[in-house]
Nanobody, 123 residues
Framework: QVQLEESGGGLVQAGGSLRLSCAAS????????MGWFRQAPGKEREGVSL????????YYADSVKGRFAISRDNAKRMVYLEMNSLKPEDTAHYYC????????????????WGQGTQVTVSS
């Protein structure tokens, strides 16, 4: 059974930090590009950060460049999103996603999605 389980969300003050984790099971993580997406109420889902299967390439949305860092540990079947200098506009539900195809993930299409974890940044 394929599963992506996110954790690490919560309530934090502006300027604070959080580390999101995504635990993958039921498929071979090494073969998949991974990403973090977010969706705020009333807004479309957006790609926050992506990473290729071998970590050679990463992508960051302009709004999070220099503040967020994505990483993965294929041996541990984990993907992480380190979020620093958080802003109220970062408030959203954050989803972990897996795609066999990097190009598809870049346009927001994934083979697997997690249920997400809520991040709320207070001003």
């Amino acid at each position: 059974q394929v599963q992506l389980e996110e954790s690490g969300g919560g309530l934090v003050q502006a300027g604070g930090s959080l580390r999101l984790s995504c635990a993958a099971s039921g498929f071979t993580l090494d073969y998949y590009a991974m990403g973090w997406f977010r969706q705020a109420p009333g807004k479309e889902r957006e790609g926050v950060s992506l990473i290729t299967r071998d970590s050679s390439t990463t992508y960051y949305a302009d709004s999070v460049k220099g503040r967020f860092a994505i990483s993965r540990d294929n041996a541990k079947r984990m993907v992480y999103l380190e979020m620093n200098s958080l802003k109220p506009e970062d408030t959203a539900h954050y989803y972990c996603a897996a795609s066999y195809n990097w190009g598809r993930l870049r346009v927001g299409e994934a083979d697997y999605w997690g249920q997400g974890t809520q991040v709320t940044v207070s001003s």
